[in-house]
């Protein structure tokens, strides 16, 4: 056999490449279900700092109803956008939905009664808020499987709290979704507000106590802040009642 009278391999078969994956804009459609169903006002919400080893847990809140058009292009659950994405969304979601705040329990709030009992208080401050201005909401759509907004039948853990504007906002209807922060507009939303707003209190507590790298980590558990608890001990914005990172010294 010549040279040239001899097969020519063919190269091996790939396998076809998957389509990267597309990021659907989050809707208002389980909303609107909500207010077909009666409501007149809904709110998302959503939290962010719950993880955290110090500062506020942060609860953001939007209001829409039967009127409320597509939310702004490029909303989305905070987690999957970069800060300087986050910004550029601000001015766009402070025109969006009937209203929006955002509402904060501090550490020592956190210490005093408990993460959970501290995440009602920071919701229903911002509730209280967006009541002011367009009056009580009939129901909120909470990201996640658990209702940390009701108050127990049973009481809360820590005794009991005295929930701020409880006599304004009354006890609102909650819907719970699992991944609302990537489904539902109101609730994205809700989660950009609070971590821009959180985002910013950490980074100027920073400037306060700069051994922590607040500004960067925002006060989560990274390898430069645990260090810097090993090395000082916590600050007064941390949250003493929690298990911390300390070295021998910094717990005693």
Known sequence: MTLLERPIS???ATAPR???PVRRSPALRHERVILREGARLVAGMDEVGRGSLAGPVSVGVVVV???TRACPPGVADSKLLTAAARTALLPALGRWGLARAVGHASAAEIDEVGIIAALRMAGM???E???GAVGPVDAVLLDG???????PAQGELFGEVELPGADVV????VHVRVKADLTCASVAAASVLAKCERDGIMTRMAADHPQYAWDSNKGYSSAEHIRALREHGPSPVHRRSWRLPLGLDAAG
């Open 145 to 151: 499987s658990h209702d940390w907004l009701t108050p």
């Open 170 to 173: 009354g006890v609102p209807r």
């Open 65 to 67: 109803d039967a009127r």
């Open 129 to 131: 808020t967006v009541a």
């Open 18 to 20: 998957s389509p990267a």
């Open 10 to 12: 063919e190269p091996p």
């Open 125 to 127: 401050r911002a509730l």
